[in-house]
């Protein structure tokens, strides 16, 4: 948790850290079940991550996220940990709508040049 939020983080280093994150968790459930959708769901995703831009700000807010995750985890409060994994889900998929939306705008202009 820790080594994502340094300044010197790459965006490489920073998604191998998110996957450990998620399987982790994934794994720590105890369902092997839910293990392997994870891991195939985090396949899935993974070209669409690479969407998501990536900065300080975003270090900073999935930091956040991922301790009230853990933190609710922790407590063993269902309801805080999906309600928290809900929005880190959204959160992720806002940016990366964005960043499509932004660069679809962006072709358009040059279109019309």
């Not at 301790?67 to 880190?88: G, N, P």
Request: net charge negative; charged share 35%; hydrophobic share 35%.
């Amino acid at each position: 948790m820790e080594q994502s939020i340094e300044p010197d983080c790459t965006r490489e280093w920073f998604r191998a850290l998110d996957v450990k994150f998620h399987l982790t968790i994934a794994k720590a459930s105890g369902n092997p079940y839910c293990e392997r959708a994870v891991r195939q769901i985090r396949t899935k995703i993974n070209p669409a991550l690479d969407l998501m831009p990536y900065d300080d700000r975003i270090r900073t807010v999935n930091h956040g996220v991922h301790m009230e995750i853990l933190e609710a985890l922790k407590a063993h409060d269902s309801i805080k940990s999906k309600e928290t994994m809900k929005r880190h889900i959204e959160f992720s998929a806002d940016a990366i709508y964005a960043r499509l939306v932004s660069e679809s705008d962006e072709n358009e202009g040059n279109d019309s040049e």
